[in-house]
C-alpha cells in the first residue's frame, strides 16, 4: 500500500461513523478512491518538478490572477448509470467525487468535485460544474489555475455565491518530494479568473498536523469554519488567524449554516452561534426537534445530511425527505431503495434542493459517488 493510500485509509478511520450500514458505504467510497489513487499523477494530469512546486508557491494573503489560463466551458452530457425509476435517477458528473452542491434561485445547479477519478472529462483540473438543464449536461466553471495543476488531489471544499460569482474554498494536497511526506496540503479561495491561499500555519499547529484537517464550511461572508477530528476552529480570511475553538466530534457530528445561526449537529444540536458576531446562543427549539427526528428517521445511529434553501432546512434520510419551516416538519417523499440501498444516509456527503423542489443526493457507489436527482411529490408525515 503507498503512502497515499495509507493516509486516506487513516483519515476514513478518523471520520467513521457508528452504524454497521452506513460502514457499507464509507467502504464503497474507500475501495473507489484506491481506485484513484493508483492513477495518481497519470492520465491528464500535468505534472510538475519538484522545483516548479515550490516556485508555484503563493504567498499568503495574497490574491494571485491566474497566469494565462483558459476557461474552456466544456460542456458533458451526464453519466447515468440508472434509468429514471418515480421520480430517481442518477446525474453523475463523469465519476467524480462530490464534495458540496449549490442550487442559486435561477435554476442552476452547481457541483464541486475532485474531476473524473480517471481523469477523462478534461485535460485540465475542473473543480465546480454547472447545470441548468436539471443535470442533464454540466458546464465547468471553476478550474484549478495552471500553476497549481501539478499532481494535485482536491480532498475537501465548499461552494458560494461570491461578489462576481461562484467561488471554492478548497483543501488541495500537492506533490512536493522536498516535504517530509512527500507532500504538502493547501487551502485556496478560487474564483473564476484568481485563487488566493490562506496561510494554516496556526490552524495546522492546533490541529496537530497538517492532515488533521479534513473538511470546511463558509460561515459568513470572512469566516471559514475548519473541521479537524476533534475541534471545529473558526478562521477569519481578512487576518488568516483563528477567532473561535469550538469542541467537535468528526465521528459523529455534522455541521449546517441556517440563516443566522451556525450549527454542529447529530443526534441533537450540540452547538449554535451567531453567524455573524460568533457568540453562542441558544438554537430554535422547533429546529432542536426535527434534528433529533432526522436522527432517529436515519436508523438512529448516523447523523443526516441536511440543507438549507431560503428559510427551509432540508434533510434525506433512509425514511424519506423531511423539511422543516416555522416549526412544522412535513416528509415531501418517500425513497426508493434504488438510492439507498437499505443503508443509512451519511451526513458527511453533500446534498441540496432546488428552485424547483427537486433534490440532489450524494451517496456511496460502485465507482465513486453517485449523484441522485429525486423530483418531490409531497405525502404525510409518517
Request: hydrophobic share 35%.
Amino acid at each position: 500500500m503507498d503512502k497515499y493510500r495509507k493516509r486516506y485509509r487513516e483519515q476514513m478511520d478518523q471520520v467513521r461513523l457508528s452504524d454497521e450500514a452506513d460502514q457499507a458505504i464509507l467502504e464503497d467510497i474507500l475501495k473507489a478512491d484506491i481506485r484513484k489513487r493508483a492513477t495518481y499523477g497519470k492520465g491528464a494530469r500535468r505534472t510538475v518538478s519538484a522545483a516548479m512546486a515550490a516556485a508555484a508557491f503563493v504567498m499568503a494573503s495574497s490574491i494571485t490572477v491566474f497566469a494565462g489560463v483558459i476557461i474552456h466551458k466544456m460542456i458533458i452530457e451526464s453519466k447515468k448509470e440508472e434509468s429514471y425509476l418515480e421520480g430517481i435517477g442518477t446525474v453523475n458528473v463523469g465519476e467524480s467525487y462530490y464534495y458540496d452542491f449549490l442550487a442559486d434561485g435561477s435554476g442552476g445547479l452547481y457541483a464541486l468535485t475532485d474531476n473524473d477519478y480517471e481523469g477523462s472529462l478534461t485535460d485540465h483540473q475542473a473543480i465546480a460544474w454547472k447545470s441548468t438543464d436539471k443535470g442533464d449536461t454540466w458546464e465547468e466553471v471553476l478550474v484549478l489555475p495552471d500553476e497549481l495543476e501539478g499532481e494535485t488531489a482536491l480532498y475537501a471544499g465548499a461552494l458560494r455565491e461570491g461578489e462576481s460569482g461562484l467561488e471554492a474554498v478548497v483543501l488541495v494536497e500537492e506533490r512536493d518530494d522536498k516535504a517530509e511526506y512527500g507532500y504538502v496540503n493547501r487551502v485556496y479561495q478560487v474564483a473564476e479568473d484568481s485563487y488566493t491561499e490562506y496561510d494554516m500555519e496556526e490552524v495546522y499547529a492546533q490541529l496537530g498536523d497538517q492532515d488533521a484537517l479534513w473538511n470546511m464550511s463558509y460561515v459568513n461572508g470572512h469566516i471559514l469554519a475548519l473541521f479537524g477530528t476533534k475541534d471545529c476552529l473558526l478562521y477569519d480570511t481578512d487576518t488568516q488567524k483563528i477567532v473561535k475553538r469550538l469542541p467537535y466530534n468528526a465521528a459523529t457530528e455534522g455541521w449546517l449554516k441556517a440563516g443566522d445561526q451556525f450549527l454542529l449537529y447529530g443526534d441533537g444540536i450540540y452547538s449554535c452561534i451567531d453567524a455573524e458576531t460568533l457568540k453562542e446562543r441558544e438554537p430554535e427549539e422547533g429546529l432542536e426537534e426535527f434534528v433529533r427526528l432526522m436522527y432517529e428517521k436515519n436508523t438512529d445511529g448516523v447523523l443526516p445530511p441536511m440543507d438549507v434553501w431560503n428559510d427551509t432546512v432540508v434533510s434525506v434520510t433512509r425514511s424519506g425527505i423531511y423539511e422543516y419551516r416555522d416549526g412544522e416538519t412535513t416528509q415531501i417523499r418517500r425513497l426508493s431503495t434504488a438510492v439507498t440501498k437499505g443503508y443509512a444516509l451519511n451526513g458527511v456527503l453533500p446534498m441540496c434542493k432546488t428552485r424547483d423542489g427537486e433534490y440532489y443526493v450524494c451517496t456511496g457507489g460502485d465507482a465513486g459517488m453517485n449523484l441522485w436527482h429525486i423530483t418531490g411529490d409531497k405525502e404525510e408525515l409518517k
